[in-house]
């Protein structure tokens, strides 16, 4: 069975701390924490298996492609989720959907890491409120990014690390010594089902009812050509079109009622303004 190296494992629990630590950024890293794409993509490099990789990432996208935070903790941590999955999958040979059966449970775990990471940084704060107190602007800089980041790096690096190094092969070997098993068919139907609600809560958060006509439209389409072996760029073609034709349509639509509007509006006369002069 295939193992990963200390290497291997150091590097993918690293991107995945600096991913979960917002090292890399606010808004770029809150969108690598809702997406495993980029996590699985880093996977495949380390791993030397992309193409795989990212199959299997793309699945595990589709379970939480409604996931999104207001703030605070998300009930799953997606890239926690693919940095364990997917070198499971790729070292036992997994479909994506028993992956998929992988992730769910590591991805609540790492929810609950996170909230762990928000208990940590309350002992920081202490700092920024002293910096406050002191006005140190450089203080105030250290206590609310540098502090948090390397206690994030403290907390997930090494937990990563030995989640990956020494239980991941664990996991992959176990798997593939129940494959051919009613376990991994039932895995295989579960991470398909979770599949379909990934993207059912998707539709249900993006989804307007005069928005609905472009999801049906997209399943035919898929359902139409499946034996036509239509490519993912093609549809991409098809789906711009489909969208430029649609906006052109609403442009008309707000020319025309704007039009109607200043044609409907009141029209003030010449000679009233001139018969309000000639009262003076």
């Known amino acids: 069975m295939e193992t990963l190296s200390v290497t291997q494992s150091l590097l993918i629990a690293v991107w995945t701390a ?29 791993m030397g298996n992309v193409p795989q990789a990212m199959i299997v990432t793309a699945s595990l996208q589709m379970i939480y492609m409604g996931v999104f935070s207001p703030g605070g903790s998300m009930p799953a941590e997606p890239s926690i989720a693919a940095a364990i999955a997917v ?13 998929i059966a992988v992730a769910v449970p590591v991805g609540l775990l790492g929810s609950y890491l996170y909230q762990f990471r928000f208990f940590i ?14 006005l140190n602007p450089k203080a105030i800089s250290r206590s609310i990014i540098a502090y948090p980041t390397i206690a994030s790096f403290l907390l997930f690096v090494p ?3 030995i989640a990956l190094y020494f239980g991941a092969p664990v996991i992959a070997d ?11 068919h039932v895995l295989e139907v579960v991470g398909g089902g979770l599949a379909a609600i990934g993207i059912a809560t998707t539709v249900y958060v993006i ?3 005069d928005y609905m006509v472009f999801f049906f439209l997209a399943y035919f389409m898929s ?19 489909i969208a430029l034709i649609f906006v052109q349509s609403q442009k008309g639509k707000n020319i025309q ?16 303004e001139d018969d309000y002069d000639d009262g003076f």
């Open 223 to 241: 359902i139409v050509f499946k034996s036509l072996e239509v490519t993912m760029v093609t549809y991409a073609v098809f789906g711009i079109l």
């Open 257 to 272: 009622a704007a039009s109607s509007d200043t044609s409907a509006a009141p029209s003030f006369d010449g000679d009233d």
């Open 207 to 209: 989804g307007r009812k």
């Open 18 to 46: 600096a991913v979960m630590s917002r090292w890399l950024g606010g808004g770029a890293t809150l969108t690598l924490r809702f997406s495993p794409l980029m996590t699985g993509l880093i996977v495949g490099i380390v």
């Open 121 to 134: 940084n309350t002992f920081l704060g202490k700092y920024t409120d002293k910096a406050v107190d002191d």
């Open 87 to 99: 070198p499971v999958a790729l070292m036992g040979n997994l479909a994506p959907e028993a992956a």
């Open 174 to 184: 176990v798997i593939t010594a129940l494959e051919g098993t009613v376990v991994i």
């Open 159 to 161: 937990l990563v690390f």
